[in-house]
């Protein structure tokens, strides 16, 4: 084989090289949400095991009673602070607000390009924690709760989803992204025991079933 033949073969298995590249990055997600790492299923199901299982009440909620966003680090707010854990290539201006990036939403496969696309989804959603025993804490925990970037409470999702999840448990939503979900049980129990709330009937009995196939 001649070297211009040669330098030709080079030539074109690049550029077929960087097609393919291209390819899988229009088609694969761009970046991917870093929730910490829940426990593991077998973990969750023992913490399951211990949590009470209470009938829930939703008297006295106001979201207002779990203050949101704070200052969580430098001039980043919690909203900020997730958004740059969970994107890719994230730039912020001096106010910690994000200008450009990448975000996947683990819990319908999308990927968007604009901060404005996502919202921060409390796993655990407010509303639950406060029919569950949060309704007994004082505002300072329920701050806490609210911002809790430590335990797997707090996730940069495609906001219409978020909404469309609303403040429903196990039982009444799950993720359309099945193979996440068994990410999502797990990180569900984890934080319902860590912060020692209970569980009603259906939410326990879901719980358990999408255990049982992690």
Same mark, same amino acid.
């Given at each position: 084989?001649?070297?211009?033949?040669?330098?030709?073969?080079?030539?074109?298995?690049?550029?077929?090289?960087?097609? &393919?590249?291209?390819?899988?990055?229009? +088609?694969?997600? *761009?970046? %991917? !949400?870093?929730?910490? #790492?829940?426990? =593991?299923?077998?973990?969750?199901?023992?913490?399951?095991?211990?949590?009470?299982?209470?009938?829930?009440?939703?008297?006295?909620?106001?979201?207002?009673?779990?203050?949101?966003?704070?200052?969580?680090?430098?001039?980043?707010?919690?909203?900020?602070? &997730?958004?740059?854990?969970?994107?890719? +290539?994230?730039? *912020?201006? %001096? !106010?910690?607000?994000? #200008?450009?990036? =990448?975000?996947?939403?683990?819990?319908?496969?999308?990927?968007?390009?604009?901060?404005?696309?996502?919202?921060?989804?409390?796993?655990?959603?407010?509303?639950?924690?406060?029919?569950?025993?949060?309704?007994?804490?004082?505002?300072?925990?329920?701050?806490?709760?609210?911002?809790?970037?430590?335990?797997?409470?707090?996730?940069?999702?495609?906001?219409?989803?978020?909404? =469309?999840?609303?403040?429903?448990?196990?039982?009444?939503?799950?993720?359309?992204?099945?193979?996440?979900?068994?990410?999502?049980?797990?990180?569900?129990?984890?934080?319902?025991?860590?912060?020692?709330?209970?569980?009603?009937?259906?939410?326990?009995?879901?719980?358990?079933?999408?255990?049982?196939?992690?």
């Amino acid at each position: 084989m001649s070297k211009f033949y040669a330098r030709r073969r080079l030539s074109i298995l690049g550029a077929l090289t960087a097609l &393919i590249a291209s390819v899988a990055v229009l +088609n694969g997600p *761009t970046a %991917s !949400a870093a929730l910490p #790492t829940p426990v =593991s299923a077998a973990t969750a199901r023992t913490y399951l095991a211990s949590l009470t299982v209470a009938t829930e009440s939703r008297t006295g909620y106001d979201r207002d009673l779990f203050p949101t966003w704070i200052t969580i680090s430098g001039t980043c707010n919690t909203r900020e602070y &997730i958004l740059k854990r969970d994107g890719s +290539n994230v730039v *912020t201006n %001096s !106010a910690c607000t994000a #200008t450009s990036g =990448s975000w996947y939403s683990p819990y319908d496969g999308a990927t968007w390009t604009a901060a404005s696309d996502l919202d921060i989804d409390h796993l655990v959603p407010l509303a639950e924690a406060w029919d569950s025993g949060a309704s007994a804490w004082t505002t300072a925990q329920r701050q806490g709760f609210a911002n809790d970037v430590t335990r797997p409470q707090l996730i940069a999702v495609t906001d219409n989803v978020n909404q =469309s999840k609303s403040d429903q448990d196990p039982a009444e939503w799950m993720p359309s992204v099945t193979s996440y979900r068994c990410t999502y049980v797990r990180a569900w129990v984890q934080v319902k025991y860590y912060y020692d709330l209970s569980v009603d009937s259906a939410e326990k009995s879901a719980l358990t079933s999408y255990l049982a196939n992690c």
